[in-house]
């Protein structure tokens, strides 16, 4: 937490990646399959070695926003991951891809579609059954159409969601691996501008002969990759079949045919060219402008991303010069004489919302012989060392510690709770015994640091607070609860006390603050 005449770099933010959000594709039972019953389930220990979604009957989009620290393109990517209708492997071919396309500017939703219903426990092992009986094909044929209809559902409702998702309605395309590249090919053939691809990206897919159609007269382009050494392909030549259906309709296509590779390889690293697929895909995608950023401006999250770093950077240059910022107040301190007879000097010590203080009231430090000593951004470790110099030195009769806030935000790293109540208990016994009355000031309320993002330091707040109360009482310290007078429902900082919304007083929070630290100091005064 620095002073706020350094505002751009304390109100950065640093981006943390929400929780999911999962979509129903369907209100109610997807259309073809109301009288499905089972749920998903996930296996994770199985001969094709990833984890693996199974039993899918009410088919979902989880969404993977692009990342906010580069810039947006407004291009969309539902990923269908493959598994030969049985099951999913929704990491290795899903959330992998999800990652990489999120850091291109690329908002990403992973489709659950339906599948053939397993009725045990391990997916490929009844997959591997099932392959090796007559028929097998045709019993999967089956599920297939309801696979493409949750495709096309999918992509119709992203479309009409492009709006909420910041996304372009006219960039929607669609990733598939495998039996998810049947997915994503079919998903274009009897389409309708509401549920029609923009793009279509086919890695190793599963178009058998009976499934191979006609491409559309308005094929949207289309991206394939496989290998020769593919079973797939080297039994149908799925992937040529695939790309000359586009390439008579005189339709954009592109192939990559890897000599080696196998099938299912995903971001697998193997160390052969295959593992550098998904950047034949990046510069595909590029050439048709779809990595192009929305804007040219810098995004908030980007801005925040760097100012994070410069605020870093200002913390690590003081390691080496000036870790505890000595020289901050030395001038000042060499001009502050000593007290003179029936002086009331009191000394406030503590990081941006005390010296803020001084700055934004100075006529409530200047009427009541108070000095500010307070430093933004710094932690309880850093007052520690510099206590002699700003507070022991200046001879006062009191000292106010208002310490902690920037130890949860971790402006130093991490610091268990018990070593910022340490520091503190070390600033109040090196003034006791120098004869000056310490006064422990709470930790104000925070829900979240607009610098340092989603460490949630509500309740370690609240807890810290008791801390310093129970020791105040137990060594006859006086204690300022300025938490409770300040805090919503939330245990945050009320808003309309904020000027930063989150941790930063404005001059109706100081004004709140005035007569509890003016009380307490008249309280702590009259002690003998």
Request: one cysteine or more.
């Amino acid at each position: 937490m620095k002073k706020l005449t350094l505002a751009a770099l304390l109100l950065c933010a640093v981006a943390v990646k929400a929780q999911q959000k999962v979509i129903q594709l369907y209100p109610g039972a997807a259309p073809g399959s109301e009288k499905w019953t089972w749920t998903d389930a996930e296996n994770d220990d199985n001969a094709w070695k990833t984890k693996a979604v199974y039993n899918v009957s009410r088919p979902t989009l989880t969404v993977y926003p692009a990342d906010p620290a580069v810039q947006a393109t407004g291009t969309a990517v539902i990923i269908c991951p493959g598994g030969d209708f049985h099951a999913l492997s929704f990491y290795k071919e899903g959330t992998d891809e999800a990652a990489w396309l999120n850091k291109k500017g690329i908002t990403v939703f992973v489709l659950k579609y339906r599948l053939e219903h397993t009725l045990g426990a391990d997916p490929a092992k009844e997959f591997s059954v099932k392959a090796a009986q007559t028929g097998f094909e045709m019993d999967k044929l089956k599920v297939v159409p309801l696979a493409v209809a949750d495709g096309q559902a999918a992509i119709a409702y992203v479309r009409s969601h492009a709006a909420d998702y910041k996304i372009l309605p006219n960039q929607v395309g669609i990733l598939g691996f495998s039996a998810g590249g049947t997915v994503a090919v079919l998903s274009a053939i009897n389409a309708t501008a509401k549920n029609r691809p923009d793009f279509i990206g086919a890695i190793y897919p599963y178009i058998s002969n009976r499934l191979l159609k006609p491409a559309p007269v308005d094929a949207p382009p289309l991206f394939i990759i496989a290998a020769s050494d593919d079973p797939l392909n080297a039994n149908e030549q799925q992937n040529t079949n695939l790309y000359h259906e586009w390439f008579k309709a005189k339709r954009s296509a592109e192939l990559h045919i890897y000599a080696k590779g196998g099938h299912g390889f995903g971001m697998n690293k193997q160390n052969i060219p295959t593992d550098n697929w998904i950047d034949r895909l990046g510069d595909w995608m590029n050439d048709l402008g779809l990595l192009k950023p929305l804007s040219n401006e810098k995004t908030a999250a980007q801005k925040s991303a760097e100012g994070w770093a410069s605020l870093q950077k200002y913390y690590d240059d003081l390691v080496h010069n000036d870790w505890a910022w000595l020289s901050k107040y030395s001038d000042a301190n060499t001009k502050v004489a000593p007290p003179a007879p029936g002086e009331k000097r009191v000394i406030f010590i503590g990081n941006s919302i005390t010296e803020n203080w001084g700055d934004i009231d100075p006529a409530y430090f200047k009427d009541n012989n108070y000095v500010s000593r307070g430093i933004g951004g710094q932690v309880s470790a850093q007052m520690l060392v510099r206590f002699r110099e700003d507070v022991i030195n200046l001879k006062p009769l009191a000292v106010v510690i208002e310490a902690g806030t920037n130890d949860f935000a971790q402006n130093r790293g991490y610091i268990a709770p018990e070593n910022i109540f340490g520091n503190i208990v070390s600033m109040c016994e090196l003034a006791n015994i120098n004869g000056i009355k310490p006064i422990i000031g709470s930790v104000l309320p925070a829900t979240d640091f607009s610098w340092h993002r989603g460490l949630e330091p509500a309740e370690k707040i609240v807890a810290l607070n008791d801390m310093l109360k129970a020791y105040a009482a137990k060594n006859h310290f006086t204690y300022i609860d300025y938490w409770s007078a300040m805090r919503n429902d939330k245990n945050g900082l009320k808003v309309e006390l904020a000027q930063d919304g989150l941790v930063h007083p404005n001059l109706a929070g100081y004004k709140v603050m005035e007569p509890l630290a003016k009380a307490a100091i008249t309280e702590t005064l009259k002690k003998k």
